[in-house]
């Protein structure tokens, strides 16, 4: 069965420091895609990042950083630096790009809080 | 650019009605998706179209739910009648096919309180 596990559903961060959203994942196509995104207390959903199961290197934007262990079927979300507006739910998700397509399944969410 | 469009983005009415949801994909992009999201039960695909087709409409909890897409501009999901129970905010997406990562993007919703 395809399903993504997201086992924090709160973290606390100091502002200025780094903080891991943990992101696990099932699948038993070998062509998906990973996605991150951010749900701010406005409630629209922001994509983050993007990681697809045959790219080699981990995923940058900006402050994003995606540490994707393929083998543990791990794909956790790194904050560097964080900023109080980071404070939010994050969504993990995937997307299997065989069989039905489109179809993106997402995790619980993780609500991150950022401490001044 | 403008994003995908929704509309309403408050919805309240009482049982029994029936509400309409509406959706604007962005321009070009050839996949729709609609999801609602509970605390509950997170965020949930209802259905998603493919070139205006429905290709997975599994999500659709019951036969009250009916979405349809006549172009590639607009979309409409339809609750008749409508239960407290469906309260919910209400999601659309929109991606183009063939992309790469497929990355959906998605609308601001509709928040529906169904009383």
């Known amino acids: 069965a395809q399903k993504i596990t997201q086992t924090q559903p709160g973290m606390f961060v100091q502002e200025k420091e780094a903080v891991t959203l943990d992101c696990t994942y099932d699948?038993?196509?070998?062509?998906?895609?990973l996605f991150w995104y951010k749900q701010p207390s406005s409630g629209e959903m922001i994509f983050l990042i993007y990681?697809?199961?045959?790219?080699?290197q981990n995923a940058t934007e900006g402050r994003y950083s995606l540490n994707f262990q393929k083998a543990r079927k791990s794909a956790n979300l790194v904050i560097s630096a964080s900023q109080l507006g980071d404070s939010a739910m994050y969504f993990c998700?995937?997307?299997?790009?065989?069989?039905?397509?489109?179809?993106?399944?997402f995790g619980k969410g993780t609500k991150l809080s950022v401490k001044p | 650019d403008a994003g995908v469009i929704q509309s309403p983005r408050h919805e309240v009415t009482e049982m029994g009605q029936e509400v309409t949801l509406r959706c604007k994909p962005i321009?070009?992009?050839?996949?729709l998706f609609w999801y609602r999201q509970t605390m509950m039960r997170g965020l949930e695909l209802l259905i998603y179209?493919?070139?205006?087709?429905?290709?997975?409409d599994s999500g659709m909890p019951e036969d009250r739910f009916s979405a349809k897409m006549p172009n590639a501009s607009f979309s409409t999901l339809k609750i008749q009648p409508s239960e407290p129970r469906d309260s919910a905010v209400y999601f659309c997406?929109?991606?183009?096919?063939?992309?790469?990562?497929?990355?959906?993007?998605f609308g601001p919703g509709t928040r529906l309180t169904v009383l």
């Open positions: 997406a929109s991606s183009r096919s063939g992309s790469g990562s497929n990355e959906q993007f």
């Open positions: 699948t038993s196509d070998q062509s998906y895609g």
């Open positions: 990681q697809g199961s045959y790219d080699e």
């Open positions: 998700a995937m997307l299997n790009y065989g069989g039905s397509q489109g179809n993106l399944i």
């Open positions: 321009s070009g992009h050839n996949s």
């Open positions: 179209f493919n070139n205006n087709v429905p290709i997975d």
